[in-house]
């Protein structure tokens, strides 16, 4: 989890949105219990924060009049922009942040003017931003460190946790982090094997900052490197899908990205999607969202993993009797 100064901020953005919380509402948007609310108010009471306190069943903590920061205006682009940003950030496996997110959301209503918080906190109520989920972590500041490292270009160590040799200390010099199909990576030279690597963050843990420092080479797009390192990764797996469409209605779609798509090609029956993957089972479930018809090709380890995501589907509507030879018409 976050640490203790990360949620004083975030209690003291919550109460400068609001005339008055509760000591419940404090604890739960900062997931900690009454008591822990009750310090971070003494923390504040220390700073000088002029925080007051209404006793009885309706009561709370307040800021006295006066404690805010003058308004912000923002268009309704930027406003869009940055409440969808708020809302995905809760979508990235970043759950000890939550109480930075929700320090952020606070902090921006408490300097917006009312017909801007309207419209934030209407996109907060009735838009989702649904995204892969991330594996969990070892390590929660791993991501913090990592970004700030690459910011600073600092070299960073930690202990790689890896399936085949178990942990292993690296060094690397971070040139940048990538959230992909659900998992966040760091791209950057490692010194162990002098050459470039990716790591996942979830096998990741006691990243520290060191004193080196390093010069990231000029025009480096960490996406496209870690893009291209799984498609000349011996353990990718190449895919061919043919999709029942033609490219108007494909570009009309928007669900295609460089993570998801590689190259198509024009056949008598639609688009034969070139591509790779790391996980069949991730391709499958993203295949199976495509409002769209289409063949799976090869490989077979692919036609499997999509069998079994209908299984489940299916187990999931009630049908237990179904069998996997029935589940074999998918693909």
Not at 258 to 269: K, L, V
Request: aromatic share 8%.
């Amino acid at each position: 989890m976050s640490g203790p100064t990360t949620r004083v901020l975030a209690a003291l953005e919550l109460l400068q949105s609001r005339r008055q919380i509760s000591g419940a509402e404090l604890a739960k948007c900062l997931e900690v219990d009454r008591r822990t609310v009750r310090r971070y108010i003494s923390v504040l009471e220390e700073l000088g924060i002029p925080v007051t306190t209404e006793q009885g069943r309706y009561g709370g903590y307040r800021l006295v009049a006066g404690f805010k920061l003058p308004p912000m205006m923002f268009t309704d682009e930027e406003t869009l922009a940055v409440a969808l940003g708020l809302l995905a950030a809760r979508q990235l496996g970043l759950a000890s942040y939550a109480p930075a997110i929700a320090g952020a959301e606070a902090k921006l209503e408490r300097v917006m003017p009312d017909n801007l918080k309207r419209r934030v906190r209407g996109i907060r109520d009735t838009t989702r931003v649904v995204l892969p989920r991330g594996e969990p972590s070892l390590d929660d500041q791993a991501l913090q460190v990592l970004t700030r490292a690459a910011e600073d270009s600092c070299r960073v160590t930690f202990n790689y946790h890896s399936p085949e040799h178990g942990p292993m200390a690296r060094g690397i010099d971070p040139y940048g982090v990538v959230f992909r199909q659900g998992r966040w990576y760091v791209i950057g030279f490692c010194h162990l094997r002098q050459a470039m690597r990716s790591f996942r963050l979830d096998r990741i843990s006691e990243v520290t900052s060191q004193r080196e420092t390093f010069s990231r080479p000029a025009g480096f797009d960490p996406a496209v490197f870690l893009q291209e390192s799984f498609s000349n990764w011996g353990q990718a797996h190449k895919v061919k899908v043919l999709l029942h469409t033609d490219r108007n209605h494909l570009a009309r779609l928007g669900t295609f990205t460089a993570e998801c798509a590689g190259s198509f090609e024009d056949c008598e029956d639609g688009l034969l999607m070139h591509t790779q993957t790391d996980s069949l089972e991730w391709f499958a479930w993203w295949l199976a969202q495509l409002p769209v018809r289409f063949t799976i090709r090869e490989p077979e380890g692919l036609k499997a993993a999509m069998r079994q995501h209908a299984l489940r589907l299916m187990e999931a509507c009630g049908n237990a009797s179904l069998q996997a030879g029935n589940a074999s018409q998918v693909c």
